[in-house]
């Protein structure tokens, strides 16, 4: 039988018991190797893998329900899969309200490379589908949910219309996390993850992964992401690798308190008159609701409002205790982000992202609610 996602996320990547040995491997430490006669009959050097690397792997990969290749960061691992794939020429399409550093990838490296790279909203990346509108792209990526604004697109038929084109489906899944969503499942080549944020959890490190399907193409990709690691040299080290496989093991508690405590706060948040516009796709009601129910596994920590303006934004922050102003998201901190201060979304001066950290429920809200009520 196969276990379910709160067991996976401990016991992923675990090594047969032998007395003596202990339960959660140690960081193996080593650029080198000691070699044997057949240098290649176990590890050598690090940076094509190594030993701690490898369970971290196997681990994100079983949950993916593919096979993983672990990257320093995640936008290291966006751009593996894209430059493992494109070509110049290619045409590779890109959500134009996805993470920023992407489209800043695409606009600022791939073109120079000679990629023609096109930008829809998420919310129209699905019909453009449809319309026949994406023929002739050599890569699709999606992002949903896309971060800030949490818009949701249908995986299954961007997959659909993908595989009759024969254009490469990508999807970011950093928002909702492996156990959130199975972009492979739905029919997508490759799933990419910034491990950075919920799949990790700790604010502490960098990560991201790529997880290819297991298919031929999946497995063709594989090795070409493999031979783009090797050769670029961005897999991570072992104390990273040991960390994210360490603080993965929680991700399955993690997200239900924060899913729940999403839930709370987007409550409050539309029910109170200094906030508007309150984005969370677990709340009935929701623009991304519909197919975020029918796609998600479960609901992600991540919800967006927006405020009068950026003082506002700064007076809730002097106003709470627990609420943190931070980038990034998914940690077990709560954290808000005022997107407008980075310049690379086009979003009002007050629109906020919260990220709900893993604190006790009712303080969130409790000190949330004194500080919204502040605001009026
Ligand atoms: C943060 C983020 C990234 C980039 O991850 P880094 O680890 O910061 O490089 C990519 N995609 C999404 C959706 C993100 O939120």
């Not at 996602?5 to 960081?27: A, C, H, K, Q, Y």
């Amino acid at each position: 039988m196969s276990w379910s996602d709160g067991t996976r996320v401990v016991r992923g990547g675990d090594e047969p018991p032998i007395p003596g040995t202990p339960l959660r491997p140690s960081p193996v430490f080593a650029a080198p190797y000691h070699l044997g006669e057949d240098p290649y009959a176990a590890d050598f050097y690090a940076r094509p893998g190594h030993p701690t690397l490898r369970v971290f792997e196997e681990a994100v990969g079983d949950l993916d329900g593919g096979d993983c290749l672990a990257f320093a960061t995640g936008m290291a691992a966006i751009s593996a899969a894209m430059f493992a794939v494109l070509r110049a020429g290619d045409r590779v399409v890109i959500p134009s309200d996805g993470y920023y550093q992407t489209r800043a990838l695409g606009d600022g490296e791939l073109a120079r490379f000679g990629v023609v790279v096109e930008q829809v909203p998420t919310l129209e990346i699905a019909d453009a589908a449809a319309r026949g509108d994406l023929d002739g792209a050599a890569l699709v990526l999606l992002e949903t949910p896309s971060n800030p604004e949490l818009d949701v697109c249908d995986i299954a038929a961007v997959a659909a219309a993908t595989r009759a084109t024969g254009a490469v489906l990508a999807v970011d899944n950093t928002t909702a996390t492996p156990l959130g969503q199975r972009p492979l499942a739905l029919g997508a080549d490759l799933t990419i993850g910034a491990d950075t944020k919920a799949l990790t959890g700790h604010s502490d490190l960098l990560m991201g992964h790529v997880s290819t399907a297991r298919t031929d193409r999946g497995r063709e990709l594989q090795t070409r992401l493999k031979a783009w690691r090797d050769r670029t040299g961005n897999g991570p080290g072992a104390f990273d690798a040991w960390l994210a496989h360490r603080s993965m093991s929680t991700l399955d508690l993690r997200l239900t308190r924060q899913a729940t405590t999403a839930a709370a706060v987007a409550e409050l948040l539309a029910d109170h008159p200094a906030a508007t516009g309150v984005r969370w796709p677990g709340r009935p009601g929701d623009p991304s609701h519909e197919i975020a129910a029918r796609q998600m596994l479960r609901m992600n920590g991540v919800v967006s409002a927006t405020l009068a303006d950026e003082a506002a934004v700064h007076a809730l922050v002097r106003h709470s205790r627990l609420w943190l102003a931070a980038t990034s998201f998914g940690g077990v901190h709560s954290t808000v982000d005022r997107r407008a201060q980075w310049g690379g979304d086009a979003v009002a001066d007050g629109f906020v992202r919260f990220s709900c950290g893993i604190e006790d429920t009712a303080d969130l809200v409790a000190d949330l609610t004194t500080a919204l009520d502040a605001l009026v």
